[in-house]
Nanobody
Framework: QVQLVESGGGLVQPGGSLKLSCATS????????MGWYRQAPGKQRKFVAA???????NYADSVKGRFTMSRDDAANAVYLQLNNLEPEDTAVYYC??????????WGQGTQVTVST
C-alpha cells in the first residue's frame, strides 16, 4: 500500500521557520522524483519545490532563497525547510511522488499558517 505522510506544519509568525517532512512507504523511493506543492484557500494547487531521483532541486520563484528541499533515500523521506516565512506562504502543503512510467501519488497534506 502506497503511503505519503506529511508532518511538521503549524502556526508560525512572519519571519519564522518550519521544517516539513514526508515519509513514504510502498513505493520505489529511489526511482521517484519528489515534489512539494501547496494550495491556499480558494486557489489552485501550485508547485513549490522538487528534487529528482538524481538529487537535482528546483524551486518556484516565490520561494527561492527561503525554502530548501532535500531527500534521504535511506529513510525514504523528503523534507522542506521553510525559512523567513511570509503570510502568503499560508497553505496546505502536499508531498508528491512521481515516476517515469506515469504513476503519481499524493499525501494528505499538512497545514502551514503564517500569522501574527
Amino acid at each position: 500500500q502506497v503511503q505519503l505522510v506529511e508532518s511538521g506544519g503549524g502556526l508560525v509568525q512572519p519571519g519564522g521557520s518550519l521544517k516539513l517532512s514526508c515519509a513514504t512507504s510502498g513505493i520505489l523511493f529511489g526511482l521517484s522524483d519528489m515534489g512539494w506543492y501547496r494550495q491556499a484557500p480558494g486557489k489552485q494547487r501550485k508547485f513549490v519545490a522538487a528534487v529528482s531521483r538524481g538529487g537535482t532541486t528546483n524551486y518556484a520563484d516565490s520561494v527561492k532563497g527561503r525554502f530548501t528541499m532535500s531527500r534521504d533515500d535511506a529513510a525514504n523521506a523528503v523534507y522542506l525547510q521553510l525559512n523567513n516565512l511570509e503570510p502568503e506562504d499560508t497553505a496546505v502543503y502536499y508531498c508528491n511522488a512521481k515516476f517515469s512510467f506515469g504513476a503519481s501519488y499524493w499525501g494528505q497534506g499538512t497545514q502551514v499558517t503564517v500569522s501574527t
